[in-house]
């Protein structure tokens, strides 16, 4: 994840999500996994979901930024899924400032998948192979890389999103960050010997 604090805003990509990845043990509507999101599944979803939204820690109470509005851009390449964003939103610039910012997660449901079977002692491996793209999320307070499942409710029916992520250390950019290089080498001069 790339963080880099700009005049506009804060602006964020990275990958959300590796395909083909396997990830820790999960808890999913067909219990505990290890799952993998296989090759196209955010390709497909991202054309077949319509607007997906930026949340900070899979709060749907407010959306930071969207695809609608072209402050989001989705895409999946040969590593898995890539997002760009640029939030206004003074809270979350803060967090990106002070380091709170910890990863990507993501949220989906209408998953259609595949489970392998395994060893009597090893957890079956689910593969994704389709799903709608419900949301990403920046990770601040949860634990990123699969850590959660929930249940949502919409329009009266009962749909399974499951929360997904990726934890990787972010860099932070802060544009217009003073130098202090020359004050520097100037109170070394200063320095008693």
């Known amino acids: ?17 590796v395909t083909g990845k396997r990830s820790r043990p999960v808890i999913t509507p067909r219990g505990k996994v290890i ?37 989001l851009t989705l895409r999946e390449d040969a590593i898995g899924l890539h997002a760009e964003t640029l939030i206004t939103d003074e809270t979350v610039i803060e967090m990106a400032r002070k380091g709170k910012l910890r990863g990507w997660s993501f949220g989906m449901y209408n998953v259609q998948d595949e489970m392998e079977s395994r060893g009597t002692d090893e957890l079956p491996i689910r593969h994704v192979k389709g799903f709608l793209l419900d949301h990403v999320s920046l990770i601040k307070d949860k634990v990123p890389c699969y850590a959660a499942t929930s249940v949502e409710c919409r329009a009266g029916e009962d749909i399974d999103i499951e929360q997904r992520g990726l934890d990787i250390e972010p860099e932070l950019y802060i544009e217009n960050k003073p130098d202090y290089t020359e004050y520097e080498n100037r109170l070394k001069m200063l320095d008693y010997e």
């Open 1 to 17: 994840m790339k963080i880099e604090v700009r005049a506009d805003g804060l602006h964020i990509s990275g990958y959300v999500n």
């Open 35 to 71: 799952e993998t999101i296989e090759e196209r599944a955010f390709s497909e979803a991202i054309k077949n979901s319509g607007e997906v939204t930026v949340t900070l820690d899979h709060d749907k109470g407010h959306a930071y930024a969207s695809t609608r509005d072209n402050t």
